[in-house]
């Protein structure tokens, strides 16, 4: 991991003077975002627009240098940005636009770590039954330093047990980001279902979802933009590692995908989640390689089988039982329909990949 320093801390209260001066009529502020060549990172950079858009496809495609992202030779650097999701700016406000873009190589093919365009194929040839998905993002703070954030500097805190949705000074760590993600995300048009406090002190959480098909990996791939953003004003670091503490009784971080067809959420259902996690069982591998950005090697140290994980190397479902690979929630089995949730993500996986692979087992 990089080296930070707190150096380049400003005072964030100077900014609102300058934010707050008008912009000409008709213009508008438009920053592109997209993936970067770790398939785990993001970028953006802004632009200044001479009308007020209203779908992404208004959007010029624009492009960046891809030799400073990991995604192009030098020699022949240019990479394409083509717009393909709109959302408000919740930062600069007003007509401003913050738009999820998809990255192309010189040859207008796809770039290695632009996995949405397999991704969207599949959910058009599933989309009569309407997949719907709800990804829980776990995700840890840390300090400039890349200690944990809150945590002694010399030292743990206590042990785990009276963090889980806690309230309280001694008991969580960084709320004020969380609350500020929330705000951001419901402003600027991610359909975010909630948050809370996980396991591990100054672990959280946030789901998105329910969302139906393509958006619930454009919905979350944003949603992780504006963490880093605000987190960013805070001058704190968020990681994405699956296991930022890697000895100690510390758990680790997920991205659980929940899943339901329109056949599972009508009376019933049951019986189609019980064959859909048949399918999944005999499949367990691949959904692995697919469930983080290197191939199931960063889940591998979270995957252990405690901790409320499952094993890596093998499958395993059950009723509410969170130690499995995939859980049927309790109100499901009870209700006869429903959904499922397939625990195995990695918290820093792709969720155009877990999405893809999830729809491709259970529905094609
Ligand atoms: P957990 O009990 O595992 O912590 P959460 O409440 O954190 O569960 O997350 C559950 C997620 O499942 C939410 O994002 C919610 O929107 C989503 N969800 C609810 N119903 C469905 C459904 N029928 N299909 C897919 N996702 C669903
Ligand atoms: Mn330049
Ligand atoms: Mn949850
Ligand atoms: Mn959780
Ligand atoms: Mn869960």
Known sequence: MPVMTSGAATDKTMLDR??????????????????????????????TLDFIPNNPSELPIWNYDGSSTGQAEGSNSDVYLYP????????R???????LCETYKHNKKPTTSNKRVTCLEVMNKAADQHPWFG????YTLLDVDEHPFGW???????PQGRYHCAVGADKVFGRD?????????????????GTNAETMPAQWEYQIGPCEGIDMGDDLWMARYFLE?????????????????????????????????????NPGGLALIEEAIERLSKNHLAHIRAYDPNEGKDNERRLIGSHETSSYHDFSS?????????????TCADEGKGYLEDRRPSSNADPYMVTEIMVRTMCL
């Open 18 to 47: 300058y934010m707050s001066l008008p912009i000409p009529e008709g213009k508008c502020q438009v920053t592109y975002c997209w993936i970067d060549g770790t398939g785990e990172m993001l970028r953006s950079k802004s632009r």
């Open 84 to 91: 393909i999701r709109m959302y408000r700016d919740p930062f």
């Open 93 to 99: 406000l007003g007509n401003n636009k913050i738009v």
């Open 135 to 138: 990804m829980e993002q776990e």
């Open 152 to 158: 002694p500097k010399n030292g743990y805190p206590g």
């Open 177 to 193: 980001i969380v609350e500020a993600h929330y705000r951001v995300c419901l402003y600027s048009g991610i359909n975010i279902a």
């Open 229 to 265: 953003r605000v987190s960013e004003d805070f001058n704190v670091v968020v990681t994405l590692d699956p296991k930022p503490i890697r000895s100690g009784n510390w758990n680790g971080a997920g991205l659980h995908a929940n899943f339901s067809t329109e056949g599972m959420r």
């Open 318 to 330: 059950g009723i509410a039982n969170r130690g499995a690979s995939v859980r049927i929630p309790r």
